[in-house]
């Protein structure tokens, strides 16, 4: 078996909800956790990403090292994951102006996130007409910034959700691309593979039609990570349900219901058809009930770690400085050789 290269991101968003940490954090604590001796693990947060959006800069320092903190309190162990800023690696935005030159206008117009961000901007009465000017260049290229990401650590896994599979497979065009124009070889640049993660979509506690999100503008449709018991349970009590008796796991046709089956099921690590079993002869009440208890039992640890971790900004910049040593040191030797390819 060949070596593993594990490599993911997230952006430097603070207070995390808790679809972010069943659909994405837990996934990189369980792969860390069961990670071969040998494997490397580097997990960034990615606030050249983030400057797509406007930011007000005082917001997104904190934000940064409130996500390290998030990631260190929910498990991301720093002395098995390389965990690190991405803008303290110059390398990432080398790399990916190299790959700004390489890659395709087409090929990214044809991601599906582009398409989305572009009808945003379209006239509602004329579809043809666009208003570019909403729009920064960086929302167009980041794909490509996120593949110099994966590939400046020849990253062989990266674990994300199915979203973002077009953009993984962008990923393994430029390095083909790349491998290409400049490697006589043709193999420089490792094609990274998708580690899809299983499907933990949380749904919104008001309307289950959508998924848990921080763009809803109604808090109460979602559990932040750093939620009391207070305030977990005001959601739960308030999520949405129905009026059918008795509790059945049926997404379908009893989403709200269903998404506290899962929610539950999750925090007990359980098959959600087993969890439901149990309340088949119980109310909404009682379910409500024991959702809100396991959440707590899930959270309680990790949010009292979070909030020692964020008083204490000495650790927090000891452990970003030496992620971020430990990331140039695996990116040092693609770097020199990819400059000495293309010839600069
Ligand atoms: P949001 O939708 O709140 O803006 P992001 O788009 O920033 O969240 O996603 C960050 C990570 O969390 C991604 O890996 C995404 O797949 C995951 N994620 C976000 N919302 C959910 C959810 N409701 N259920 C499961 N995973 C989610
Ligand atoms: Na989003």
């Known amino acids: 078996d060949e070596r593993r290269v594990i490599f993911s991101g997230i952006q430097p968003t603070g207070i995390l909800h808790l679809g972010n940490y069943l659909g994405a954090i837990s996934n990189w604590v369980k792969l860390q956790n069961e990670a071969r001796p040998d494997d490397d693990i580097l997990f960034t947060i990615v606030g050249w990403h983030a400057l797509t959006l406007p930011q007000n800069p005082?917001?997104?320092?904190?934000?940064?090292?409130?996500?390290?903190?998030?990631?260190?309190?929910?498990?991301?162990?720093?002395?098995?994951?390389?965990?690190?800023?991405?803008?303290?690696?110059?390398?990432?935005?080398?790399?990916?102006?190299?790959?700004n030159c390489i890659t395709p206008l087409g090929q990214l117009r044809r991601m599906t996130?582009?398409?989305?961000?572009?009808?945003?901007?379209?006239?509602?009465?004329?579809?043809?007409?666009?208003?570019?000017?909403?729009?920064?260049?960086?929302?167009?290229?980041?794909?490509?910034?996120q593949a110099a990401d994966i590939l400046a650590y020849q990253a062989t896994h990266v674990p994300v959700g199915e979203d973002q599979t077009q953009h993984l497979q962008l990923t393994r065009d430029i390095a083909d691309a790349f491998n290409r124009t400049f490697d006589p070889q043709k193999k420089f640049f490792t094609l990274p593979e998708v580690l899809i993660t299983p499907n933990r979509r949380v749904r919104s506690l008001k309307d289950p039609s959508t998924k848990m999100s921080k763009s809803n503008p109604d808090p109460s449709t979602r559990i932040m990570l750093t939620d009391t018991f207070a305030q977990i349970d005001k959601k739960i009590r308030s999520a949405v349900t129905d009026s059918i008796h008795g509790i059945t796991y049926d997404p379908v046709n009893?989403?709200?219901?269903?998404?506290?089956?899962?929610?539950?099921?999750?925090?007990?690590?359980?098959?959600?058809?087993?969890?439901?079993?149990?309340?088949v002869d119980k109310g909404h009440g009682v379910l409500k009930k024991d959702v809100s208890e396991a959440l707590e039992g899930l959270l309680k640890g990790p949010r009292s770690e979070f909030e020692r971790l964020r008083q204490d900004r000495g650790y927090l910049d000891a452990v970003a400085k030496e992620?971020?040593?430990?990331?140039?040191?695996?990116?040092?030797?693609?770097?020199?050789?990819?400059?000495?390819?293309?010839?600069?």
């Open 58 to 99: 005082k917001e997104l320092s904190v934000s940064r090292r409130d996500m390290l903190a998030t990631l260190l309190a929910f498990g991301i162990d720093p002395k098995r994951s390389v965990l690190f800023y991405q803008e303290d690696n110059p390398c990432h935005v080398e790399l990916s102006w190299i790959f």
């Open 113 to 145: 996130t582009w398409k989305s961000r572009l009808a945003t901007v379209r006239n509602a009465n004329d579809e043809s007409e666009v208003d570019e000017s909403l729009l920064n260049a960086g929302l167009f290229t980041y794909p490509i910034l």
């Open 323 to 344: 992620g971020a040593e430990k990331a140039r040191a695996r990116s040092q030797k693609t770097m020199e050789q990819v400059r000495t390819m293309i010839g600069l």
């Open 254 to 279: 009893r989403p709200g219901t269903s998404n506290l089956l899962s929610i539950l099921a999750a925090c007990e690590n359980a098959d959600v058809e087993e969890v439901a079993k149990r309340y």
